[in-house]
C-alpha cells in the first residue's frame, strides 16, 4: 500500500500505526504540510480535499479521513481487529475514537492555525491558548469516559488494541507538540503509555519519520 | 430507543434520519443548546462530554458521537442498511461522511462559537464569517469528491441512501442556518434535493422539531 503522509500529521500517525499494527507493507509519500505541498495541483488529484492522509491500497481510487482508512484496514485485513466483537463495545470504540478525531483535533489542524493568524490576526499566544484549549478539550472528555468505566481495562475497551486507542495515542502526542499539561487526564496518559511500549505505535511516531526534529 | 437531542443539532439531525429511515421506535428528550442545558449536572451523567446527540437502547449505557450511533443502528437493525458492502464504497461513504463530521461540523458548533465570541471576543461578523467559511469549505471537498466521479449515482455511493448522505443533509441544513451560497456545490444540493423528497429526511429536519422558529 502507500501512504500520503507527514511526519507531523497526526492523523498519518493513526494510520501509519494501523498499518504496523496489521503488518502491512506500505511505502509512505510525505507531503510537506508546513510548505503547503497538500495544495499543489498533484496532491490534489489524489485528494481533492488538499489533507492528508490518503492510503492507495493496489489499483483501487485513493482512501481518504483516517478514520475511514482504519475501518478500511480492519475490513480488509481483520487481523489483530482493531474493533471488538460486540455492538455496543464497537459503538464505544468508535465514540471515543470520534472525540479525537471530529470533535478536537479538526480544531488544531494547519488551516485552523492559519486562518487564527492570517484571517483573525490572533498573536501567538492567543493561538497558542486556541491550541492548547481545545487539545485539553479532547483528552477531558476521554478522561470522563474512561476513568471509573468499567469496560475500561489496559486500553481503551478491555485489554486489546482498537480504535480508540490509536485515537488516544494521536491525542496524547498532539498534547505534547502544544506543551499541555496531562496530568488531570491520567487514565488517557496510562493508556498512551502502554500504547507506546507497542512497536507499532513505537515506530510510527511522529518524532521518528524521516525530516522530524529531533523533539518539538 | 431514547434519543437526547435538540431541534437546532445538525449531529441530532443526522441520528433523527437514521431512526426514521430504519423504522426504529424512538423517543426524543430536548437538551436545550441555546439555554445550556447540555452542561446540566444530569445530562453530565448520560453524556460526560456535554454534547449531543445520545442514545439509549434498553438498558445499556448511552451512545455517544452522531457517527458512532449511526454504525450502530446500522450493526443492530441492518435493513435498510447504511453501508454499501464492497470495503472500498464503504470507505469512500465513510470518508464523505467525515467530511462533514469531522472536518466541517465541529467548526460551527456551540461551544465553538461561544469561544469565538466570548474568549477571543470577535464581533458577529467575524463570528458568521468563519461559520460561513468553514461549512462551504466542507462543501467544496464533498463537491470535489462527488461532482464527476462514477461513484456517484442518485445519491453519494450509487442509488441507495448511506451514511454520506445522512451527513451532507445535515450539512446543507446548517448552510441555510448560516446563510451560505450553495450555488458552487450543484451535486451536493441535487443529492440533498433527494434526500429531501424521502420521509426520514424531511419529517427530521431541525425546523420540524418541537422549539424550532418557524425559519431560521
Request: proline fraction near 8%.
Amino acid at each position: 500500500m502507500k501512504l500520503y503522509g507527514f511526519w507531523r500529521s497526526l492523523a498519518s500517525y493513526r494510520v501509519r500505526v494501523a498499518l504496523h499494527l496489521k503488518g502491512i507493507a506500505f511505502e509512505e509519500t510525505p507531503i510537506n504540510l508546513l510548505s503547503g505541498a497538500q495544495h499543489s495541483d498533484d496532491y490534489r488529484k489524489v485528494n481533492p480535499q488538499a489533507v492528508i492522509p490518503a492510503l492507495i491500497d493496489g489499483n483501487g481510487p485513493p482512501i481518504f479521513q483516517s478514520l475511514a482508512i482504519l475501518e478500511y484496514l480492519d475490513e480488509v485485513h481483520p487481523s489483530p481487529p482493531l474493533l471488538p466483537k460486540d455492538a455496543r463495545a464497537r459503538a464505544r470504540v468508535r465514540g471515543l475514537a470520534q472525540i479525537v478525531a471530529c470533535d478536537a483535533h479538526p480544531l488544531v489542524v494547519p488551516r485552523i492555525r492559519t486562518y487564527l493568524e492570517k484571517d483573525l490576526a490572533l498573536d501567538e499566544p492567543a493561538r497558542n491558548t486556541w491550541l492548547q484549549h481545545w487539545t485539553a478539550k479532547g483528552l477531558a472528555a476521554l478522561e470522563a469516559n474512561l476513568a471509573g468505566n468499567p469496560a475500561t481495562g489496559r486500553f481503551c475497551q478491555g485489554d486489546n488494541v482498537t480504535l480508540a486507542d490509536i485515537c488516544i495515542a494521536s491525542q496524547v502526542v498532539g498534547a505534547a507538540f502544544f506543551s499541555v499539561d496531562t496530568k488531570p487526564y491520567p487514565t488517557a496518559v496510562r493508556i498512551f503509555g502502554d500504547c507506546m511500549k507497542m512497536d507499532a505505535f513505537a515506530i510510527s511516531h511522529p518524532l521518528k519519520q524521516p525530516g522530524a526534529p529531533a523533539s518539538h
